[in-house]
């Protein structure tokens, strides 16, 4: 069983830059959702997808927008990128159901550092 | 507001002795209260939860206590070994809803 997957693992931008990172779900799961982790802190919740629809969304702007596909992977797009968002950036997927309950199966991440 | 927190940012416990590690919480509406672990370079990876009808909850090693009227939650880790330093956080959500918040984490060291 593969579990998730989300690339690149390391992303250097600069401020004003747009970026997108990509999340494979673990298979059979049908829910995903981003979270942001500082350094130091948790997870913050970004938004969820689910049937290929944003399912609800923390305290992000616009900027930050999304997609899923059919097969439930997914995108994270961050547009006009600010310093503040450097950070982990963190893919969460969960089966039918499993996302109500909070248990969700996290990628490693990728470290977007934007300068 | 909504926030899950810890008493302690860092523990430091012997190798073989047992591990306490403790969260405050502050949605009275939430269902479900979970315990991840997030080891240096990876995503957290999910321990062991336990819902609010419940008061206690034993894993492999793990026990989760609950405690509705104070709001506290913690995780108890027996014979501790050096595969369990990591960075521990609790986090809540509720029943149905689509957002599982984390509190800040606890590092725990354990020493040989």
């Known amino acids: 069983e593969t579990g998730v997957t989300q690339s690149p693992t390391h992303l250097i931008k600069t401020r004003g830059q747009q970026v997108t990172l990509r999340c494979s779900s673990q298979?059979?799961?049908?829910?995903v959702s981003w979270y942001q982790q500082a350094l130091g802190q948790g997870p913050q919740f970004i938004f969820q997808?689910?049937?290929?629809?944003?399912?609800g969304r923390g305290n992000f702007p616009p900027r930050f927008s999304g997609l899923q596909f059919p097969n439930y992977s997914s995108e994270l797009n961050v547009n006009a990128l600010e310093l503040d968002d450097s950070a982990l950036y963190l893919c969460?997927?969960?089966?039918?159901?499993?996302?109500?309950?909070?248990?969700?199966?996290f990628g490693s991440g990728t470290q977007l550092s934007v300068l | 507001g909504e926030s899950v927190g810890l008493h302690l940012p860092t523990l430091s416990v012997q190798e073989g002795d047992n591990s306490i590690i403790n969260c405050a919480y502050s949605?009275?509406?939430?269902?479900?209260f979970i315990w991840y672990k997030q080891e240096s370079g990876k995503g957290p990876q999910f321990i062991i939860d336990?819902?609010?009808?419940?008061d206690k909850r034993q894993g492999q090693r793990v026990t989760v206590l609950l405690n509705k009227t104070v709001k506290h939650l913690s995780l108890q880790i027996a014979a501790t070994q050096p595969g369990d330093s990591a960075v521990y956080f609790c986090?809540?959500?509720?029943?149905?809803?689509?957002?599982?918040?984390f509190g800040a984490g606890t590092r725990l060291f354990v020493k040989a």
């Open positions: 949605n009275s509406a939430s269902d479900y």
């Open positions: 298979s059979g799961h049908n829910t």
């Open positions: 986090a809540e959500n509720i029943a149905g809803g689509f957002k599982t918040i």
């Open positions: 969460a997927s969960s089966p039918p159901g499993g996302s109500a309950t909070g248990k969700l199966f």
């Open positions: 336990i819902r609010s009808n419940m």
């Open positions: 997808y689910y049937r290929e629809e944003e399912n």
